[in-house]
T-cell receptor, first 116, second 112 residues
């Protein structure tokens, strides 16, 4: 079965500093990978996705992620964070042989704190 | 596009009561998913529908939980009877033919 590991429960970053959130997945075939963000009291918003092709994908709000098959990783990055980036971030992998037809399996999330 | 609409946003009830959560997916999306979010277990897939038909309900925790999708624009998740351990945020998500889920704002359930 698919699984997603986000090793960092909390990360604190100073405003303006760079950010990298780690994500490792377990999946037998080529995975469909996603990053979602959840602000307090809100639903999940899609930041970016990887299905195939270029392993560096760009998303909304200045985020990007790189798929590394050899490391089974899909880390999320941002060169300079803003206070409004404080939120919970979830990495997810598509379930099932269709790469997501059966929904998504989520990691436990990383809580991002921004220091002024 | 109003997005995925869930109601109620907040529900407080007493143990043993019936709870019904509602979801209106985005028009044209043919798949609908119910997730539960708790601190301990994170986001868990409870059940999903394709073209109004339940495909996989293996994530439904107990017989106390049931879900229906009578038509393409409406789904319910029912808990009867409710227990304090059911307290969580319940999310509905829908998806068109592509693999991107769009989530609703969630229904926060508190069972006293």
């Amino acid at each position: 079965a698919q699984s997603v590991t986000q090793p960092d429960i909390h990360i604190t970053v100073s405003e303006g500093a760079s950010l990298e959130l780690r994500c490792n997945y377990s999946y037998g075939a080529t995975p469909y990978l996603f990053w979602y963000v959840q602000s307090p009291g809100q639903g999940l918003q899609l930041l970016l996705k990887y299905f195939s092709g270029d392993t560096l994908v760009q998303g909304i709000k200045g985020f990007e992620a790189e798929f590394k098959r050899s490391q089974s990783s899909f880390n999320l990055r941002k060169p300079s964070v803003h206070w409004s980036d404080a939120a919970e971030y979830f990495c997810a992998v598509g379930r099932g042989s269709g790469g997501g037809a059966d929904g998504l399996t989520f990691g436990k999330g990383t809580h991002l704190i921004i220091q002024p | 596009d109003a997005g995925v609409i869930q109601s109620p946003r907040h529900e407080v009830t007493e143990m043993g009561q019936e709870v019904t959560l509602r979801c209106k997916p985005i028009s044209g999306h043919n798949s609908l998913f119910w997730y539960r979010q708790t601190m301990m277990r994170g986001l868990e897939l409870l059940i999903y529908f394709n073209n109004n038909v339940p495909i996989d309900d293996s994530g439904m925790p107990e017989d106390r939980f049931s879900a229906k999708m009578p038509n393409a624009s409406f789904s319910t998740l029912k808990i009867q009877p409710s227990e304090p351990r059911d307290s969580a945020v319940y999310f509905c998500a829908s998806r068109p033919g592509a693999n991107v889920l769009t989530f609703g704002a969630g229904s926060r359930l508190t069972v006293l």
